[in-house]
């Protein structure tokens, strides 16, 4: 099956808490100090995605929001959520074959 066909979605692991703060999000793991700083528009999509935003509606909003071509969008949100899964902190689950 073709990576266009599939639909996945991205969800925080359970022990990422994070904090939103003026112009960034910041993830944390257990105690530690802020592990990773999240700015526009990963931010964004992070925000997006931890409240169950579908796939095709996280892109939609960031086009119009950034300015750019869905496509150009696709590519930005599926970098920022395969760059955190592979850091660790959400996971990548395939749910549908679209």
């Avoid at 528009?41 to 931890?50: D, G, K, R, V, Y």
Wanted: proline share 5%.
């Amino acid at each position: 099956m073709s990576e266009s066909l599939r639909t996945f979605v991205y969800r925080p692991l359970p022990d990422v808490r994070w904090v939103v703060q003026l112009g960034c999000v910041q993830l944390l793991r257990g105690s530690e100090r802020p592990a990773y700083t999240l700015r526009y528009p990963a931010a964004a999509i992070w925000e997006m995605a931890n409240r169950g935003y579908a796939l095709s509606r996280i892109v939609a909003t960031v086009a119009e929001s950034a300015r750019v071509t869905p496509a150009h969008a696709r590519l930005l949100v599926i970098d920022t959520l395969d760059g955190l899964a592979a850091e660790g902190f959400v996971t990548k689950e395939l749910v549908g074959d679209g």
